[in-house]
């Protein structure tokens, strides 16, 4: 499989929804068991909320903060983010080029509490 993020883009805005009146700005790119990917391009601001699952964010294009539980850091491509189930997230401040893959994963609530394998 292979996803490319011009392809995605093309794509963007998605359909209207009550959470995005504007049109969604995020596009599947492929799934695997409990794995999916997407390519998400915020406009203007982000209006996430906690996810189900466990999640990497790796940032493609742009620059800007992501706060993670409270926390903040600066963003550009070339980072990596985690973001564990349950957790409140967002982009803040990011420039109107700012694209990031997203990566769920794992069972819903997140894989705390499990033990890693050796």
């Known amino acids: 499989m292979k996803a490319t993020a011009s392809e995605l883009l093309s794509k963007l805005p998605g359909p209207p929804s ?20 997407v390519l998400y391009a915020p406009v203007g601001r982000d209006p996430q909320a906690p996810h189900l699952q ?9 620059k800007g903060e992501i706060t993670i539980g409270g926390e903040r850091w600066d963003c550009a491509a070339g ?7 349950g957790v409140e997230h967002r ?22 509490g499990q033990k890693p394998k050796d």
């Open 54 to 62: 466990d999640e990497l964010y790796f940032v493609h294009s742009g």
């Open 18 to 37: 009550q959470s995005w009146p504007e049109g969604g700005r995020f596009a599947h790119a492929f799934a695997h068991g409990s794995m999916s990917a």
């Open 79 to 85: 980072d990596a983010f985690l973001v564990r189930a």
């Open 91 to 112: 982009f803040e401040n990011f420039s109107e080029d700012f694209v990031t893959w997203v990566v769920f994963w794992g069972p819903l609530g997140g894989e705390d």
